[in-house]
């Protein structure tokens, strides 16, 4: 089964600072992979997705992910956060063939930005 | 309106009852999903469903029955409720083999906030 791994399980910023976010995955076949964002109170939403293609995937709000396949990798990045930015991330894998339609998501970042 | 929504919101309840969490969802998806949501547990997979009638374990499904007699129906029962399941609980959908999207991302519902007491 494949697992996915969230190296930062908190990360405090202030704003304008540069966000990355380390995702890796276990699984050696084809996959899709995604990134949701869960703001206080709320339910996950899709932030980014790759399915195939470019590996540089860009999302919604400024944020974007590399998919490195040679690392099992796929982070998340941006540039400059804002406090809006709070919130907790979590990266998912799918596999991309095998009949496996369950997404494994990873534990989970809290990232926090102060104003 | 199209989406996917639980009921109810909130919920409190006493050890040793039966509670039943609730999920439509409006695309026709094939899969749909419970996760519950615990601080220093990320999600996890309580069941899952690929099809109406074909449901399966997930990595904590030991204390929950779930069914699916329709396509867009996925409740969730607590058979007899424990304070370890006060949770967050989500349910989401997501195309399969069969539909038109299947390359697609799971679309979560709002969550229920379950205490047992």
């Known amino acids: 089964a494949q697992s996915v791994s969230q190296h930062n399980h908190h990360v405090i910023l202030s704003e304008a600072a540069s966000l990355e976010l380390g995702c890796n995955y276990s699984?050696?076949?084809?996959?899709?992979l995604f990134w949701y964002v869960q703001y206080p109170g709320q339910h996950l939403q899709l932030l980014l997705k790759?399915?195939?293609?470019?590996?540089l995937v860009k999302g919604i709000k400024g944020f974007e992910a590399e998919f490195i396949k040679s690392k099992f990798s796929f982070n998340l990045r941006k540039p400059s956060v804002q406090w809006s930015d709070t919130a907790e991330y979590f990266c998912?894998?799918?596999?991309?063939?095998?009949?496996?339609?369950?997404?494994?998501f990873g534990r989970g970042t809290s990232l926090i930005v102060h104003p | 309106d199209a989406g996917i929504t639980q009921s109810p919101r909130y919920k409190i309840t006493e050890t040793g009852r039966q509670v039943t969490l609730m999920c439509h969802q409006t695309?026709?998806?094939?899969?749909m999903f419970w996760y519950r949501q615990d601080l220093g547990h990320g999600l996890r997979l309580i069941y899952y469903?690929?099809?109406?009638?074909?449901?399966d374990k997930g990595e904590v499904p030991d204390g929950y029955v779930v069914s699916r007699s329709k396509t867009e129906n996925f409740p969730l029962t607590l058979e007899s409720a424990t304070r370890s399941q006060t949770s967050v609980y989500f349910c989401?959908?997501?195309?399969?083999?069969?539909?038109?999207?299947?390359?697609?991302?799971?679309?979560f519902g709002q969550g229920t906030r379950l205490t047992v007491v």
């Open positions: 989401a959908s997501s195309g399969g083999p069969t539909d038109p999207f299947s390359d697609s991302e799971a679309f």
């Open positions: 699984y050696g076949g084809t996959v899709n």
């Open positions: 790759y399915f195939s293609g470019d590996p």
């Open positions: 998912a894998v799918k596999k991309a063939s095998g009949g496996s339609y369950i997404p494994t």
């Open positions: 695309w026709s998806h094939s899969y």
């Open positions: 469903s690929a099809a109406a009638d074909i449901t």
